[in-house]
């Protein structure tokens, strides 16, 4: 199992982004994948998810901004970013758990998001 996020940069407060996370190595309808963010000085957090089933979950500084979707053909999961706000600043990951566990036992390189004027 393999993950890889991109997209990351400098944005201005109330911008967007999208980032990527690239999968590979597993069959999408058995996991879940997850975004994770890690803000300076701060614990890593979790952001939201999207099921094998396709649900999307998210955490409550987050909704109604940020959406999670899928591509099955391009083995890709994005993470759309609006109403960017200061802090949103982090390096955000992706992570994989198998539909039927909570661990998340796989994880990819960061990719830094700067949200500043």
């Known amino acids: 199992v393999q993950l890889q996020a991109s997209g990351g940069g400098l944005v201005q407060p109330g911008g967007f982004l999208r980032l990527s996370c690239a999968v590979s190595?597993?069959?999408?309808?058995?996991?879940?994948i997850g975004w994770f963010r890690e803000a300076p000085g701060k614990e890593r957090e979790f952001v939201g998810s999207v099921t094998w089933n396709d649900d999307t979950y998210y955490e409550n500084a987050v909704k109604g901004r940020f959406t999670i979707s899928r591509d099955i053909v391009k083995n890709s999961v994005y993470l759309q970013m609006n109403s960017l706000k200061p802090e949103d600043t982090a390096v955000y990951y992706c992570?994989?758990?198998?539909?039927?566990?909570?661990?998340?036992?796989?994880w990819g390189q960061g990719t830094l998001v700067t949200v500043s004027s």
């Open positions: 190595g597993f069959d999408f309808d058995d996991y879940t």
């Open positions: 992570a994989a758990r198998t539909r039927h566990s909570s661990i998340w036992g796989s």
